[in-house]
């Protein structure tokens, strides 16, 4: 990997504020296609993207997200995890042989991780040609509505979106984990082993937020976590899964 290739990736941030300002067709394409050169299991390739131009759908999604970037932004793409392709290969003999791996909780794992390896080449090519992203996991919020906006057959699920765009902001970066919480050589360490590298994480975050231009508040990344994972959210995706005839096999 060249050094500026790894600039790109240590320079990243979430970008929420973009230029009135449309990505050209070529733009589209190369991130499109950088997309596709990301290492897929099996050769499956089991994901589509969903470039979503209407400006009727994107208000509507933006509204199930919440978020204003969902619609204001130089192109929207949406991730879906994608079996049903992989199903209509087959006759109808073949695809009543190929039900139960196609609904086991095996292949729900190889869609997401096909679509997130694909989604982050996508990302560090856009960062690369001078643009900013926003991964928007809001969009599973309503994973109902989103599928009927995007009219996905059974066997397709979307996994989350992705603004990209001018950035008309310069938002600081965000701390990460330090390494010795990430990365474990040989065996699992301990929570307690953890414990004084995350300790020293939360007082950086908590610097961090205290600082930074935009909403400065007073918080840290264990308190976030203990929040977020108190109160359950998007409890329908499950149903949404089984309804879609994927990771059936999960009871």
Sequence with gaps: MSHSAIQTIMNHRSIRK???KKLTEEQIQTIVEAAQMASTSSYVMAYTIIGVTDERIKEKLAAISGQTYV???GHLFVFCGDL???EQLGSQEDREQMQQSL???EQFIVMTVDAALASQNAAIAAEDLGLGICYLGSLRNDVYQVSELLQLPERVVPLFGMAVGYPDHEPEQKPRLPIDVIYH???YQTFEHQLPFIKDFDKKLHSYYEKRKQN??????????VRKFSTPTRMDVGTFLHEKNINNQAD
């Design 216 to 225: 400065n508040r007073n918080d840290n990344w264990s308190k976030q976590m």
């Design 18 to 20: 973009f230029k009135d």
């Design 84 to 86: 049903h392709r992989t």
């Design 71 to 73: 619609q204001n932004n």
């Design 185 to 187: 050589e040989n065996h």
């Design 103 to 105: 609904a086991s909780p």
